[in-house]
């Protein structure tokens, strides 16, 4: 009797690698149906569970969609764009006016800023300056109405915290948690705010450290910025610090069409920020600097007086 090879038919095999995919499918749909549901109802489950997760402290800022300034107008006039920012600066308890988004900053002082409030872990709303179609002419409108040339800019409580500088000090010092608490209705007893001069008047009045003026050809707008800074302040120090280098590439200095000089750190000493608040001193240099400001993408600011800077040393 002929021993014939034995044919195993590959039907079995076939069927069986169908059912694995077939439940495969059935539980990948199972699963991602908990949130994202093709049938009705399905974007609801989604939302709510979004919304749950945007309460949680620190998250909600990076969920929350950003804030549209024009409503239903589409395009806003000078005038109705500043009104805008007004309207919206009331309206919120906290409100950054930023480049990007908190999920996506465009801008290192903004991201700067946003780790500064996740840390905290509040609540606020932002406004992107660089969306044009959602918030056009905003950009330059909340430099007017705040009298302050730079972003990202930070209100709680309907005024002025500071940018990304007097963030950072504020929030060193636990001032800006506190004026979160107290959403700016009451003055914080001690430390550096919004309306309170800086303490450290008293003392080392003379005491004077090095002021160091550029004047070189090949750096223009730092031999600018020296020259109008010692002919409106009573220097004590000065130090202009260019760090463009750093930021080589930058996207918002290319759209300026600056290549060079487009970022610059600088440290002034004077008693004439005696009894000035941290915003008052830097508004008083900015307003300085109004001419040169144009031709600068960004600027860091540290404002001291003799004794506050003598101190340090």
């Not at 109705?80 to 990007?100: C, D, N, T, Y």
């Not at 903004?110 to 002419?137: C, K, Q, T």
Request: aromatic share 6%; with cysteine; net charge neutral.
């Amino acid at each position: 009797m002929l021993d014939l090879p034995t044919v195993r038919s590959e039907r079995p095999r076939r069927v069986c690698r169908g059912i694995r995919g077939v439940v495969f499918l059935v539980v990948l749909r199972f699963l991602s149906g908990a949130v994202f549901s093709v049938l009705p109802g399905g974007w609801a489950r989604r939302s709510q569970l979004c919304t749950r997760f945007s309460q949680l402290p620190g998250t909600a800022s990076t969920l929350w969609p950003q804030l549209s300034l024009t409503g239903s107008r589409g395009s806003l006039t000078d005038e109705e764009s500043l009104e805008a920012v007004s309207q919206a600066i009331q309206r919120h308890p906290a409100l950054l006016f930023m480049k990007g988004s908190p999920s996506r900053p465009q801008c290192g002082f903004s991201a700067r800023v946003v780790g500064i409030l996740r840390e905290l872990g509040v609540a606020y709303e932002h406004v992107n300056v660089l969306d044009e179609r959602a918030n056009p002419g905003v950009r330059e409108a909340v430099k007017v109405y705040s009298n302050w040339p730079t972003l990202p800019q930070l209100f709680v409580g309907g005024q002025l915290m500071g940018g990304a500088d007097i963030i950072a000090e504020l929030f060193e010092s636990g001032d800006l948690e506190r004026h979160f608490q107290q959403g700016a209705t009451a003055s914080v007893d001690s430390g550096t705010t919004l309306g309170d001069p800086v303490e450290g008047t008293a003392g080392g009045q003379n005491s004077r450290g090095r002021v160091l003026l550029v004047n070189d050809p090949l750096r223009p707008v730092a031999t600018l910025i020296s020259s109008i800074l010692s002919q409106t302040f009573d220097l004590h120090a000065l130090r202009v610090d260019d760090e463009s280098s750093d930021h080589e590439g930058d996207a918002g200095a290319l759209e300026m069409g600056l290549k060079s000089e487009s970022h610059f750190s600088l440290l002034i000493v004077s008693p004439e920020f005696a009894g000035l608040s941290s915003v008052e001193r830097q508004q008083k240099v900015f307003s300085a600097l109004s001419d040169v400001m144009p031709r600068i993408h960004a600027m860091s600011l540290v404002t001291k007086t003799p004794a506050e800077h003598s101190g340090q040393r």
